[in-house]
């Protein structure tokens, strides 16, 4: 099984870009959330949602084209590569999401990057960041416009979840790592 230090010497080989490494974080903490929810395994969970882009870096317009064998011959367990293929269904992958985690990291991975947003427009960051305000900012489609909503709500779909629902999960488990990931806000900095 992955572990998150295995994730992360991976993804440390692959990806040097600060906002990359960030975001490989928040999608790493929602999906330890989203894994307490269901009652599984949070640290394995997580080292998917670090490993997540493992390719995109050095090849965005292949991404997921060069995940596969490198993460097969560095001794990822199939059943892993396959999860982190499935985040990309409809993109640019064929491996549909099945499993509850295939199915929070497709919903997650755009989800956290709304969060984000959101989070950095505040000035206590996510510290205070309550589930209404950010949904006001989900509904609005110019804020973080390039943010695939459509995605998300598909992913929530999937799990049988209400998007307010995996919202409030996937902030709560970034705001355990506010700092971390650089949404503490202005009034912290």
Same mark, same amino acid.
């Given at each position: 099984?992955?572990?998150? +230090?295995?994730?992360? &010497?991976? =993804? ?13 974080? =928040? ?8 894994? @307490? ?9 997580? %080292? ?19 995940? @596969? $064998? #490198?993460?097969?011959? %560095?001794?990822?367990? $199939? ?8 985040? !990309? ?7 549909? #999401? $099945? ?17 984000? %947003?959101?989070? @950095?427009? *505040? #000035? /206590?960051?996510?510290?205070?960041? +309550?589930? /209404?305000?950010?949904? /006001?900012?989900?509904?609005?489609? *110019?804020?973080?416009? /390039?943010? =695939? @909503? +459509?995605?998300?709500?598909? !992913? ?11 919202? $409030?999960?996937?902030? &709560? ?8 990931? !650089? ?7």
């Amino acid at each position: 099984m992955l572990t998150i +230090e295995r994730a992360k &010497e991976l =993804n440390d080989s692959m990806v040097t870009q600060e906002h990359l490494l960030i975001h490989a974080l =928040n999608v790493a903490y929602a999906m330890a959330a989203m894994a @307490r929810h269901f009652g599984e395994d949070e640290k394995h969970w997580q %080292a998917i949602g670090i490993l997540h882009d493992y390719d995109y870096e050095k090849y965005p317009d292949e991404h997921l084209q060069h995940t @596969r $064998e #490198p993460l097969l011959a %560095a001794g990822v367990d $199939e059943m892993d590569v396959r999860a982190i293929l499935s985040h !990309g269904w409809g993109i640019c992958s064929d491996v549909k #999401p $099945e499993t509850l985690m295939e199915k929070s990291l497709y919903t997650v991975d755009e989800l956290t990057g709304i969060i984000q %947003a959101c989070a @950095r427009m *505040r #000035p /206590k960051g996510i510290t205070d960041l +309550e589930i /209404k305000s950010f949904m /006001k900012k989900f509904k609005d489609k *110019r804020f973080a416009a /390039k943010c =695939n @909503r +459509e995605l998300v709500l598909q !992913g929530c779909e999937m799990l049988g979840m209400d998007v307010k629902d995996v919202s $409030e999960i996937c902030i &709560e488990g970034m705001k355990e790592h506010a700092a971390e990931i !650089g949404l503490l806000g202005t009034d912290e900095a």
